[in-house]
């Protein structure tokens, strides 16, 4: 297992040290970790899944992030060896019945064409086409040949709640690519009580998105945070028609993340 150190990651963080990701090898894909489980927020919460986390991430925020002791580290598999593990585990099975394939991070949109090669072999080895959820901070822009895999993105732009500069994090074109594709949701960290303001002004009016296409979700590490933070924010979400999401990897099993 490779991984980033904790001192990069700080000087990431305070803008001292670029991101480093661990370089692509034909055939080849870097997976931070990968789990059976159930999709945990958004649109499709409860629904089961087979989770996917590559490494690396273009953006680092101060607010807990649950992933980054995950991504920063990473094993490099084979096409043929990530397939075969799905198999002996009969993850396989779960994906060809109905479970959902997440493909998450980190940022997994940095790593398309590593993606893109092992759909393709999933595809070639009888898998067919599963239904493919991407979890994206939408900062890139998908390309054509990642596209036509993915059934669902759920867009998790970063507010200013997570201190990164808003020239890093606020990329006006790929929102409103997303704004405009049926295939994206749109859903944001809920830290503070007055955190919605802003995904109104800078997001729901700026886009014109649906309500209905918006979800809040509270900023929680453990169980009892979540359950406290929920009761405002319901309220919220109440008040001007967006949906309210859990966190289901916390509610039930109080972990952030491999659940």
């Known amino acids: 297992m490779h991984k980033v150190s904790n001192e990069k990651i700080l000087q990431i963080i305070e803008g001292r040290k670029t991101l480093e990701f661990f370089a692509p090898e034909k055939d080849k894909v870097w997976v931070s970790e990968t ?36 991504w920063k580290e990473g094993k490099l598999y084979s096409y043929e060896e990530l397939y075969d593990l799905w198999s002996d ?31 393709e072999y ?6 067919y086409h599963p239904f493919v959820e ?37 990329r006006e074109k790929v929102l409103r690519l997303f704004s405009l594709s049926n295939k994206a949701v749109f859903k944001f960290v809920i830290d503070n009580k007055d955190d919605h303001e802003e995904v109104l002004k800078d997001f729901v009016m700026k886009f014109n998105i649906p309500p209905g296409r918006v ?39 109080d972990e952030l993340t491999g659940v």
């Open 215 to 253: 979800y809040l979700m509270p900023e929680a590490t453990d169980k009892k945070e979540l359950d406290e933070k929920s009761v405002w924010l319901v309220e919220i979400c109440k008040r001007y028609g967006l949906n309210f999401s859990s966190r289901l990897q916390i509610s039930i099993w």
């Open 89 to 119: 585990k009969g993850w396989e099975d779960a994906l060809k019945k109905s479970a959902h394939l997440i493909l998450t991070g980190g940022e997994p949109l940095t790593r398309q064409d590593e993606l893109v090669g092992f759909l």
């Open 134 to 170: 991407v979890e994206t901070n939408a900062t890139i822009l998908p390309n054509g040949e990642f596209d036509r895999f993915v059934t669902h993105y759920t867009c998790s732009p970063k507010l200013s709640n997570s201190t990164m500069p808003k020239e890093r994090r606020y």
């Open 35 to 70: 789990f059976y489980s159930v999709q945990g927020e958004g649109k499709y919460a409860g629904v089961p899944a087979v989770f996917l986390r590559t490494q690396g991430c273009n953006l680092l925020c101060r607010w807990p992030c649950d992933t980054i002791p995950v």
């Open 122 to 127: 999933l595809s070639k080895m009888g898998l």
